[in-house]
């Protein structure tokens, strides 16, 4: 009895003060909520025939940084962010509330990466393809847009270049997402008669499915949502797909963590019709066209080392006005209101055929 007593008044202060920063927190989400409100105010009454722009990645990432560049502990700096995230997405829906196309369907690691850049208080809306995320955003019937780029282990995502070569949008921010894949199913482990999901998940973890379910035949799907749904339907079907698939579909998570690297990320790009100011720590990216002749890939590249400027993806495509032509798709670190990124673009202006800058933008915040 003394023990719980001693305990008792041990915890008491501590709830007491825990009580105590509440109320503050509470106060203080009050008093944020009310800038935004005001910045909304001051943003509406701006001259001109523009509509003010509400979503600001530059300044989002600003906050992002420095809150984890302030961050003591013990919340780790990807706790901060996302607690944060959390917060100006709360805000934001008091300015301007978003709408957001991505590819779908829902529970699909898109969808997680909509969560992860715009938080909970953004609308979400699924899309069946890439190119509808495309015409989504382009129509005006959502704000911005959300695809895949790229995986650290299966390469890049072609449909989202090729979507670029014909539209007018420019990439406004990136997430980077790590990938943990789970198996799902309705029944037991030893139940599994079938296993369903995408290609690429279904390459991630070969291994452990050859080592766990060898002869069970494997089903690629559109998408691993679509694979959780297909689980949740049929008996002895298993599925790969993230942890909010099985939320969504109700499924028993038997594994996870199955993927055979276990450093997996896939990136995502934002897509908006605004040009994004510098963050301070920006990526930018070029559509880039050159005449089909020796040499043309290297004077396109030959100044971006001159200047020092570093390249972080470069990747090819056919072009789609002749035969053997091909369009490249360069990222390298930078903004392109900077002068030494300024000087290079017009370089490679001078040996392209056409050079287009799809957006400069912040880098991913962990």
Same mark, same amino acid.
């Given at each position: 009895?003394?023990?719980?007593?001693?305990?008792?008044? *041990?915890?008491?202060?501590?709830?007491?003060?825990?009580?105590?920063?509440?109320?503050?927190?509470?106060?203080?989400?009050?008093?944020?909520?009310?800038? &935004? $409100?005001?910045?909304?105010?001051?943003?509406?009454? =701006?001259?001109?025939?523009?509509?003010?722009?509400?979503?600001?990645?530059?300044?989002?990432?600003?906050?992002?940084?420095?809150?984890?560049?302030?961050?003591?502990?013990?919340?780790?700096?990807?706790? $901060?962010?996302?607690?944060?995230?959390?917060?100006?997405?709360?805000?934001?829906?008091?300015?301007?509330?978003?709408?957001?196309?991505? #590819? @779908?369907?829902?529970?699909?690691?898109?969808? !997680?990466?909509? /969560?992860?850049?715009?938080?909970?208080?953004?609308?979400?809306?699924?899309? &069946?393809?890439?190119?509808?995320?495309?015409?989504?955003?382009?129509?005006?019937?959502?704000?911005?847009?959300?695809?895949?780029?790229?995986?650290?282990?299966?390469?890049?995502?072609?449909?989202?270049?090729?979507?670029?070569?014909?539209?007018?949008?420019?990439?406004?921010?990136?997430?980077? #997402?790590?990938?943990?894949?789970?198996? #799902?199913? $309705?029944?037991?482990? %030893?139940? /599994?008669?079938?296993?369903?999901?995408?290609?690429?998940?279904?390459?991630?973890?070969?291994?452990?499915?050859? +080592?766990?379910?060898?002869?069970?035949?494997?089903?690629?799907?559109?998408?691993?949502?679509?694979?959780?749904?297909?689980?949740?339907?049929?008996? +002895?079907? @298993?599925?790969?797909?993230?942890?909010?698939?099985?939320?969504?579909? +109700?499924?028993?998570? #038997?594994?996870?963590?199955?993927?055979?690297?276990? %450093?997996?990320?896939?990136?995502?790009?934002?897509?908006?019709?605004?040009?994004?100011?510098?963050?301070?720590?920006?990526?930018?990216?070029?559509?880039?066209?050159?005449?089909?002749?020796?040499?043309?890939?290297?004077?396109?590249?030959?100044?971006?080392?001159?200047?020092?400027?570093?390249?972080?993806? /470069? =990747?090819?495509?056919?072009?789609?006005?002749?035969?053997?032509?091909?369009?490249?798709? /360069?990222?390298?670190? +930078?903004?392109?209101?900077?002068?030494?990124?300024?000087?290079?673009?017009?370089?490679?202006? *001078?040996?392209?055929?056409?050079?287009?800058?799809?957006?400069?933008?912040?880098? !991913?915040?962990?």
């Amino acid at each position: 009895m003394s023990q719980t007593k001693n305990t008792e008044d *041990q915890l008491t202060p501590v709830r007491a003060r825990i009580d105590e920063i509440d109320r503050d927190l509470a106060r203080l989400l009050n008093e944020r909520a009310a800038c &935004a $409100m005001r910045v909304a105010e001051i943003k509406a009454d =701006e001259p001109g025939d523009e509509a003010p722009v509400f979503y600001r990645p530059e300044r989002e990432a600003q906050i992002l940084k420095r809150v984890q560049a302030e961050n003591t502990g013990p919340l780790t700096d990807g706790d $901060m962010a996302r607690l944060f995230r959390e917060v100006i997405s709360c805000c934001l829906s008091l300015e301007q509330p978003l709408t957001i196309a991505y #590819l @779908g369907p829902t529970g699909t690691y898109t969808e !997680a990466a909509v /969560i992860k850049q715009f938080g909970h208080f953004a609308t979400t809306r699924a899309q &069946a393809a890439i190119d509808e995320v495309f015409r989504e955003v382009e129509s005006g019937a959502a704000h911005c847009g959300v695809v895949p780029v790229e995986n650290s282990t299966e390469g890049m995502v072609n449909h989202t270049l090729d979507c670029f070569m014909t539209s007018k949008l420019r990439i406004c921010g990136e997430v980077e #997402l790590p990938i943990h894949h789970a198996f #799902l199913s $309705m029944g037991s482990s %030893d139940s /599994i008669t079938a296993i369903y999901s995408h290609e690429q998940s279904l390459a991630q973890c070969r291994r452990w499915l050859d +080592g766990h379910y060898p002869g069970v035949p494997r089903t690629p799907l559109a998408s691993n949502a679509e694979a959780a749904r297909v689980a949740a339907r049929t008996e +002895g079907a @298993g599925a790969i797909a993230g942890e909010m698939a099985a939320e969504r579909y +109700g499924l028993r998570m #038997l594994a996870t963590k199955i993927e055979d690297e276990p %450093d997996n990320k896939t990136r995502f790009l934002v897509l908006g019709d605004q040009e994004v100011g510098p963050s301070g720590h920006d990526k930018t990216s070029i559509l880039v066209s050159t005449r089909n002749e020796p040499g043309a890939l290297y004077g396109v590249l030959e100044p971006f080392h001159r200047h020092g400027i570093d390249l972080t993806r /470069i =990747e090819t495509r056919p072009s789609r006005v002749g035969s053997w032509n091909y369009v490249f798709f /360069i990222d390298f670190d +930078g903004h392109e209101s900077q002068a030494e990124v300024e000087a290079v673009l017009d370089e490679v202006r *001078q040996v392209s055929v056409e050079v287009r800058s799809l957006g400069s933008y912040p880098r !991913a915040v962990a």
